[in-house]
């Protein structure tokens, strides 16, 4: 009798088994879920780089030009008539422009990233309080902010100052 209850101490039980699959279970569920947040932060991550690289691309490019026309001076806020973007020859000309798809330093068009889209603001800021936009060429501080979309959803954004030279 005694060989008998020997063996049967041997095996787990039932109840020990399934409390066994539950824990393993709710081990998997929490591992998934992780793996959907961390998949989830990087594809923000991914959207946020890009969207910063798109700001720069902007930032560059207008880096080197001058505030005003450098032929008609302070007669036109905004692109000359007939100027495209190979034309521009001053901040102000990117005054309101939006490039679908995004465009880099060198003015091309960067069709892989072609689900963003950028729009650029310039607007003249008081000398004495930058928050304070005032008419087209009436300060020597312009503000530059660029908007980066995906997909019609902003992404990022970011404003810089610019003094006329």
Known sequence: MQDTQYKYNKGFSLIEVLIAVVLVGIAIASLVASNIAFTKA???GTELSTAEFLIEQIRELTTLLPVIDPETGDDIFGPETGETLADYDDL??????????????DRIGLSGSAAYSQQVAVENVSASDFELVVGAHTSDFVRV?????????????????RARQ
């Open 42 to 44: 990087n594809a923000a």
């Open 145 to 161: 902010t660029v908007k980066v979309f995906l997909n019609a959803r902003e992404i990022s954004s970011a404003s810089w100052l």
């Open 92 to 105: 102000d000309d990117f005054s309101g422009a939006s490039f679908s798809p995004p465009i880099g330093a």
